[in-house]
């Protein structure tokens, strides 16, 4: 029932937010950048405020050490959820990022698709001719030069329905990094798998525990080879975090980490 709750409220207050994005866009097309990014940051924290009130939904932040975040990045993590990228930018609210998008995120979704169009994250029709695609990451990589933004992409390219790590593949984020070469950012996330597929934000969302650790900062690579290094390290890093989560989930008498603060 609380479930229930929180996703009447949130619908409600998606529907005003959808209007404000759309006037913000319409009164001041030339500097709606800024204020929509002030404003995404701002319904984040109220989202998942209501979240951890209703259904008692939280974010766990951690870092390894030695991982200070350059003031630009790119940001390679595992994918789980449908609200992967929601706790993603409330997790790393302080920077502006840009995500690698499929296409039906861009059209028909309350708030997230106006929002996606009007800050222009990376828009990829799987599709679409592999050019095309290939066009809109190095766009999306210019424009991220000039705005001063970061960049996020999920390498497995699609969710995981169980928690498990698969393939990175390397397209995306080669394309972006030849036309930007930024330090690339290992991020690995787990719990978001149980809310994998649409009915499950009616039955799952209870109790969900989101984990979110920065792992390895690593140098701009150089070239493909160094890109594919340092993808395949992210990786490995990834997957090997995931299953220390999960052991110690399975473990009697769980530590509970700090919450990320509301």
Known sequence: ???IALLIT???LFAYWDLAVRL???VGPGSAGD???RLVRQVSRMIFALARM???LSIEKERSPGTALPERFLLVANHQSLIDIPVLIRAFEARRLRFVGKRELF???LLVSPVFRALRHGCIDRHADFGDAIGELRRLAT???REGTSLAVFPEGTRSRDGSVGPFYSGAVKALLRVEPLPVVAVAMDGGYRASRLHELFTSLEGLAYRVKILAVYEAPGGKAEIQRVLDD???RIEAQVERWRSIDAAPGRPIARPLAT
Request: aromatic share 4%; glycine share 4%; net charge positive.
């Open 143 to 145: 424009r991220s030069r």
């Open 107 to 109: 059209r028909g979704i």
């Open 10 to 12: 949130l619908l409600a």
């Open 35 to 37: 204020r929509l990014d």
């Open 234 to 236: 992210s990786r490995a």
């Open 24 to 26: 913000i866009v319409l």
């Open 1 to 3: 029932m609380r479930t």
């Open 54 to 56: 209703f259904v008692r």
